[in-house]
């Protein structure tokens, strides 16, 4: 039996693989066998890939974290990676969530999830469509509101400070930061009450008065 004529993406849960196996009378004995055979990787219980042999293509990383623990969505510094906000690639994906924060060291990688209010986690949140899947990561604001809020080392108390912050410490690209949508990033302060967002904003406008 084929199982990629069953199953045609890389990532998939195990419903999916139940009932591609559904022909066998121990469905659960040959998932056994597949996993020591190396053709699927569980990255947790019930969802999987498949192994580095099995593969079309590479799965998504950032699809995975939004299966392993949700509601959830990509954010913080993997996301300002991802949008080219910071020059450095960041090897854990990072996320948000409205539950409590976790971690998961996976075969696949590290996922970690920190806690947002409830009334802000969908304020930001975009939905990214490839050509076989499509995975929710934070806009840029979002994602540098959700930097901002995290990072509790410190105390920023004036402008000079947050540009500090943000173009040494963080070392987030100025043009695109100046493209930021600054109402929305306000709104996001008001909702997740943080000064250091509101600092961010005013030196956002301040930046953008310049000739």
């Known amino acids: 039996m084929n199982l990629r004529r069953k199953i045609d993406r890389e990532e998939f849960d195990y419903p999916a693989l139940m009932s591609a196996l559904s022909m066998y009378a121990k469905p659960r004995d040959k998932v056994t066998s597949l996993l020591q055979q190396g053709v699927i990787v569980r990255v947790k219980k019930g969802l999987y890939v498949y192994g580095d042999d099995y593969r079309k293509r590479p799965f998504s990383r950032e699809l995975l974290a939004n299966l392993i623990y949700g509601p959830s969505y990509v954010s913080l510094e993997y996301a300002l990676s991802w949008h080219g906000l910071i020059p450095e690639r960041v090897p854990v994906i990072t996320s948000v969530t409205p539950k409590r ?21 969908y304020l930001g949140m975009d939905r990214v469509v490839q050509k076989s899947f499509s995975f929710l990561i934070a806009t840029p604001e979002r994602a540098l509101a959700d930097k901002l809020r995290d990072d509790r080392g410190g105390s920023i108390r004036t402008q000079k400070e947050i540009a ?10 100025q043009s695109l930061f ?3 949508d600054v109402d929305f990033l306000g709104k996001l302060g008001e909702v997740l009450s943080s000064r250091k967002i509101a600092l961010c904003c005013r030196l956002l406008e301040r930046m953008r008065s310049k000739p």
Do not use: H
């Not at 924060?101 to 986690?121: D, E, H, L, M, N």
């Not at 500090?164 to 690209?173: A, K, P, V």
């Open 101 to 121: 924060g976790k971690r998961f060291v996976t075969p696949v990688g590290g996922f970690i999830y920190r806690c947002t209010p409830s009334a802000s986690f």
């Open 164 to 173: 500090s912050y943000l173009f040494d410490n963080l070392r987030i690209n």
């Open 178 to 180: 100046c493209k930021m």
